[in-house]
């Protein structure tokens, strides 16, 4: 068995003797390419090389069966890849084409079928694949199927075990067996044969020039291959996995799938007593809201659904308080307000305390920390605010989809006048820049749950509620509330400007540049400190390392370990000492909503690696609107 | 006046009607057009919620008196309004208050007021319309039926109006206008023509419904779509090659046909797709090989279940009642995909048990069943493979023959229809119809009122006259009557004429038939030959007539009937030289045969032909260009030289 990979033969025509032979082609659903496992090693031969052919034969001539090894050529200038002395590929222009080559095609020993590199995920949930009869050859014994990996490739598929086929001169179909059953009409040169897999219910079905011919196998076994046999001389396919349009509308079939599975959650049980399915969600989403500290959003959702929140209120406030620090980047005021209200906090937690000055030592060089700010350091004022990143479930400065029923609930509830103005800003605020969307490309970095797409608009106007809020709370509104909700779209641009005009270092202030020297020193001790009392910590080796890094660089902001500076990087801090104060209070790390979220996504993922293919009609994004 | 008559009669009935009610009706009919005019008003304040009051007044025959009122051009358009109002008001009552509207005709009378000018007269109507429509007693099909309700409402910019709705953001205002489009659209090729070509939102009304027949809308909405765009096809507005009938509806239809669906579904779903695919044969290939459509319909005739019967009643109950739907659905469409290739065919008749439910079907007592199962015979029934086997195998003829008793003209016509196929001289079938006295049913048929019956009766009887033995050809015309054959030789109908003439043909045909016949009926036969030659014929109806002339030529006694017949021979002699070839033929073929050499007195006939000229006729067509002339002529000619 030799695997031939012939990739990209277009770029490479030139060259095509260069075609590499690998064992290894990578595959994926969409992403087939003409592999093909050459089938019969040639008895007295070597191993076939490529002929270039510069010339023609006549246009539509089938090879003679006595003349062996002789290309089969069909169009002009074309290019003919010998893969065994029964078949070939042929390449004419863009177009790449299987053909049969020679021998007499009269028994079922001159079979030879070819089979994709790579078995049709469960994953995909429905797959699809187009065979176009370029020539019936000499008597269009031609088959088209799924074989498992293993079976034997010298004979039309169908006709062993784990073998499938529909076969083109009777149009019978053949499963796992020499004798086959009426199935469809016959088909011949100029047809288009399509099968479908439908790996949710394990059944076949195949078209005939876009027209369904009805379930042909059921109860297929997994990963199977999509197999093309050839019997007789001069037969011709070319198979299309999707590079090109379907004649077939495979769209719509994977539409009634999608809407069928949708349908089977939708109506899923849930609940037997009334009522019970709703106060878990209201529960969900009022835990949600808690753990994040949106304290009077929790507080009017609460009032509205009836129920208690855990927590109380001035310990929400307080850590949303630290919080707000964490995220505008002033670390050093953050861990002296941790220590205030929970003294024993960071004591217990000394590897956590020093993720959190490490973080400090960060926003120093950043020049955001207050420790260096107050030193007179000019810092940009964007730095001060907190800029809105795409991306949102450890943050509390975002808001999940379901933000708006929040809202909606808090209105209802009569304090609409605070909101009634709350639409237009929005628009002016953060939708409508554009400076928002370069700043997407940071979305993919960390965060505990992967959710990579929300919503902008939620985005901003969880900035309200907290602006709304600032009302009954007491906070640092100059540069939280107004910061983010009303000037985030300037707060980008400076950022934009001030890259341009390259950042200083600590703010560019001497004596800051001192005082954060001064604390590295003071940080490398305490990471001595923290290996003698604790033993190794790679982690917070590494941290340290990166962080010291920085400083190696006249310009960390664009150097490579500038992404620290980032101000997304204050998410993971800002969600490590929440989850930490949380659990001082017996309270989850982190909020059943994200971790019920958490759960569905690994669900899909292990139901994909089971085989269960109706996972590829259902995604945790479709339930968050 | 009826109504007024009515009236006193059923108040007798009712003792409770009040004189006050008598009142507002006596008004109504007051002279002066003021006064009804003030009637009228008084009685739509009396009637405004009062259910009593109004089932008084529906009681006392006022209904008629203002429908009159409202239909007169005479009447105010102030006084027309106020009727229209009043009669709004009486719907809105009882159910029995809308039947008893439904009773004296209301809706014509109101969609008729909706061609008024007067906006005020026309929303009273509309207004009315919309009560009556809204009640559970109303049958819908009274608003939609025929064309000219279609082009009422077409004329009015239905199409205009409702097609906007059809991208409501609302499922049941879409479903609404879909299913009215679907109303509109059917068998009326000047709306489909329309729809084809109406824009919403910059989308053509076709792309919207093959929007709607994704598979992932509702069903409702899939159907009623694929049903919009098949009307819209066999109307004529789109080409049954397009994508979207090929690639689209038809495939929708067959899907709607499959077990998954409900009964309801499945039953539309191959009734829609029969009428989709009836006539274009690309169009039954595509269907006969799409989800085996063959084997699913099948499953139609397998309810109830007997799985059903056990497991519930109520399914049972459900079952039962959609059986009869979908055997007839599936027979329709059967014969749809039949209807032309003889492959299709095969595959049905191969279909378990096919021929036995057909037979079955034939005898069921539901009219519509036993429709459709011979409309699937019939169209099964032009395999000539089949008549020879299948066909006969299952003596499909028995049960034929019997539905052909007593029953409904409209299964009458496609059985009939039937039997000419399987009297065809190959058919098996031919000699046990016959013994089973089908001669004395087909000639029965040739005087039914119903044309389609008399034109299948005389095709039969042709069919089966088709060198048939003396005897039948005897019973034929005993069955018959000459009478009725003559009565068929000037009917009205073309068709019938040219069948009749051509069972004429076939009765006279071979030597001691022709000279049978004749000998008793000659002189009949020889009359209406004469007639029809002189007669406002087309070309082809005087050909046949030739040709029957040729062959009474050809027998040995018969021959004399012309030889003394100077007007038949001068007509003769006139087609020689007619301007249509064919005519000119025919006409050749008679002289030849009365030529011919070899028989007895042809040196007479030869010499009264040539003294009456013919033969000069003969020597110019021996030059004629028309290669066939010119054979026959020579052919002719050389008798003479003999």
């Not at chain 2, 405004?48 to 008196?65: C, D, E, F, S, W």
């Not at chain 2, 119903?450 to 069919?463: D, E, H, K, P, S």
Request: hydrophobic share 35%; proline share 4%.
């Amino acid at each position: 068995m030799i695997w031939i990979q012939v990739e990209h033969y277009k770029q490479k025509k030139s060259n095509i003797r260069n075609i590499p032979v690998s064992d290894s082609p990578g595959a994926t659903r969409r992403g087939y390419m003409w592999q093909y496992i050459l089938c019969k090693k040639a008895p007295h031969s070597p191993l076939p090389g490529f002929h270039h052919q510069a010339s023609t034969i006549a246009s539509t001539a089938m090879p003679p069966s006595h003349r062996s090894h002789v290309p089969f050529m069909v169009y002009d200038f074309c290019i003919c890849c010998i893969l065994s002395p029964l078949l070939c590929l042929v390449f004419c222009g863009e177009e790449c084409c299987l053909g049969r080559l020679t021998g007499h095609g009269k028994t079922p020993k001159d079979a030879a079928s070819v089979r994709a590199t790579h078995p049709i995920p469960a994953a995909c949930g429905i797959y699809y694949f187009e065979v176009k009869i370029v020539s019936k050859g000499r008597d269009g014994y031609m088959g088209i199927g799924l074989s498992a990996q293993g079976v034997n490739m010298n004979r039309l598929p169908g006709w062993d075990k784990h073998s499938y086929g529909y076969h083109g001169d009777d149009g019978h179909s053949f499963c796992s067996s020499g004798t086959g059953q009426p199935y469809g009409p016959t088909f011949t040169t100029g047809d288009v044969i399509g099968c479908c897999v439908n790996l949710i219910n394990n059944t076949c079905f195949y078209t005939k020039n876009g027209h369904s011919l009805g379930i042909a196998f059921t109860d297929l076994p997994p990963n199977l291959y999509p197999t093309v046999g050839l019997q007789t001389p001069g037969e011709v396919v070319d198979a299309n996995f999707g590079q090109h349009p379907f004649v077939f509308d495979i769209e719509d079939y994977m539409r009634e799938w999608r809407t069928k599975i949708q349908a089977q959650i939708d109506r899923f049980p849930i609940g037997d007593r009334e009522g019970e399915w709703q106060t878990m969600i209201q529960k969900m989403v009022s835990s949600y809201l808690v753990h994040h500290g949106y304290c009077a959003t929790a507080e009017a959702f609460a009032r509205s659904t009836d129920q208690t929140v855990l927590e109380e209120l001035a310990s929400i406030k307080n850590r949303q308080r630290i919080q707000k620090l964490v995220l505008a980047g002033r670390m050093g005021e953050a861990i002296e307000t941790t220590q205030q209200l929970y003294p024993s906090l960071l004591e217990r937690n000394p590897n956590l305390l020093f993720a959190l000055k490490v973080r400090q030592f960060i926003e120093m060089v950043n020049g955001t920390d207050s420790e260096v700010r107050c030193l007179g350091g000019h810092s940009p004022k964007s730095q001060d605010s907190y800029p809105v990143s795409p991306r949102s479930f450890s943050s509390p400065s975002m808001s999940p989809s379901h933000g708006m029923n929040i809202h909606s609930l808090a209105t209802s509830k009569g304090s609409s006048t605070h909101f009634s103005g709350y639409e237009s800003s929005c628009s002016n605020g953060v939708i409508s820049n554009k400076a928002h969307q370069s700043y997407c490309h940071s979305k993919h970095q960390s965060t505990s749950l992967n959710v990579p797409e929300l919503n902008n608009i939620n985005v901003s106007r969880s900035q309200q509620a907290n602006s709304y809020s600032s009302n009954d709370v007491d906070m640092e509104t100059e540069h939280y509330s107004n910061g983010v909700a009303e000037t985030s779209s300037n707060g980008f641009l400076n950022e934009v400007d001030s890259s341009q005009l390259r950042r200083q270092l600590c703010g560019g202030s001497q004596a800051a540049i001192e005082r954060m020297i001064h604390f590295g020193r003071e940080l490398q001790a305490m990471s001595e400190q923290l290996r003698r009392e604790c033993g190794k910590n790679t982690a917070n080796k590494k941290m340290l390392k990166d962080a010291f890094s920085l400083l190696a660089y006249s310009d960390p902001w664009s150097s490579p370990v500038g992404n620290q500076l980032d101000p997304i990087q204050r998410e993971p801090v800002c969600s490590v000492l929440n989850s930490a104060i949380l659990e001082t209070h017996n309270l989850p790390k982190q909020p059943p909503l994200a971790l019920a979220m958490g759960q569905a996504s690994q669900c899909l993922g292990l139901m994909a690696r089971s085989g269960i293919g109706s996972c590829a009609f259902a995604t945790v994004e479709d339930y968050l609107h | 006046m009826a109504c007024v008559l009515e009236a006193p009669l059923r108040m007798s009935v009712l003792s409770e009607v009040t004189a006050s009610s008598r009142h507002y009706v006596d008004r109504l009919f007051d002279p002066d057009p003021q006064k009804v005019l003030q009637g009228v008003i008084d009685m739509k304040n009396a009637v405004i919620g009062n259910n009593k009051q109004k089932a008084n007044l529906i009681v006392l025959g006022a209904v008629p008196r203002l429908l009159y009122l409202l239909q007169q051009e005479t009447s105010s358009t102030e006084l027309r309004t106020e009727c229209a109002v009043v009669l709004g008001s009486l719907a809105m009552g009882t159910e029995n208050n809308v039947k008893s509207l439904l009773d004296c005709h209301i809706i014509p009378a109101l969609l008729q007021g909706l061609l008024s000018p007067d906006l005020k007269f026309i929303e009273a109507c509309l207004r009315c319309l919309r009560t009556i429509f809204t009640s559970p007693v109303t049958p819908e099909e009274l608003l939609y039926t025929g064309p000219d309700h279609q082009t009422i409402l077409f004329n009015h910019g239905a199409v205009q109006n409702i097609a906007h709705l059809l991208v409501s953001t609302s499922y049941k205002v879409q479903m609404q206008a879909l299913k009215c489009f679907s109303v509109l659209a059917f068998e009326n090729p000047q709306v489909s023509m329309t729809l084809v070509n109406v824009l919403v939102d910059g989308e053509l009304l076709p792309q919207i419904f093959v929007k709607m027949l994704q598979r992932d809308k509702p069903i409702e909405m899939q159907l009623t779509s694929a049903k919009c765009l098949t009307y819209m096809c066999r109307a004529g507005a789109i080409r049954t090659d397009d994508n979207c009938i090929v690639l689209k509806t038809l495939p929708c239809l067959v899907r709607m046909c499959s077990k998954e669906r409900l009964l309801e579904e499945r039953v539309e779903g191959a009734e829609t797709l029969a009428y989709l695919i009836e006539t274009d044969v690309e169009l039954q290939r595509i269907a006969s090989i799409t989800d085996h459509l063959i084997a699913m319909l099948a499953d139609y005739f397998k309810y109830p279940s007997s799985v059903s019967a056990i497991t519930d009643i109520k399914r049972l109950d459900h079952d039962l009642k959609h059986a009869h739907e979908l055997r007839q659905a599936a027979f329709k469409l059967y014969a749809s995909l039949g209807a032309n290739d003889e492959d299709i065919r095969k595959k049905i008749i191969e279909t378990e048990n096919m021929m036995d439910r057909i037979v079955n079907g034939l005898s069921e007592s539901s009219i519509k069943v036993r429709l459709a199962a011979v409309r699937c015979l019939h169209s099964l029934s032009r395999s000539v493979q089949q008549l020879r086997t299948s066909f006969q195998d299952h003596a499909v003829w028995k049960p034929l023959m019997k539905v052909l008793q007593n029953a409904p003209d409209e299964i009458l016509v496609v059985a009939s229809s039937t039997l000419c196929n399987l009297l065809l001289e190959f058919s098996p079938s031919k000699e046990p119809i016959l013994e089973s006295g089908a001669v004395e049913l087909l000639c029965s048929l040739t005087q039914s009122e119903n044309l389609a019956l008399r034109v299948n009766g005389i095709w039969a009887l042709m069919n089966m006259a088709f060198q048939a033995e003396q005897k039948i050809k005897s019973d034929i015309l005993r069955g018959l009557s000459t009478e009725q054959l003559f009565q068929l030789l000037s009917d009205s109908d073309v068709n019938v004429l040219m069948k009749t003439l051509g069972l004429l043909r076939n009765l006279l045909s071979t030597r001691p038939h022709i000279d049978h016949i004749m000998s008793s009926h000659g002189k009949q036969i020889m009359q209406a030959v004469t007639l029809i030659l002189e007669g406002e014929h087309n070309i082809e109806v005087k050909e046949q007539t030739l040709c029957i002339l040729a062959n009474i030529a050809d027998g040995t006694t018969a021959k004399e009937l012309i030889m003394t017949n100077d007007d038949i021979l001068q007509k003769i002699k006139y087609y020689m030289s007619h301007s249509n070839a064919k005519l000119q033929l025919a006409a050749m073929f008679c002289i030849s045969n009365l030529v011919w050499n070899e028989e007895e007195g042809s040196q007479e006939r030869q010499d009264k032909l040539r003294d009456m000229g013919i033969v000069d006729i003969l020597h110019k067509l021996s030059q004629s260009s028309d290669p066939n002339l010119c054979d026959k002529a020579k052919t002719a000619l050389q008798q003479y030289l003999a």
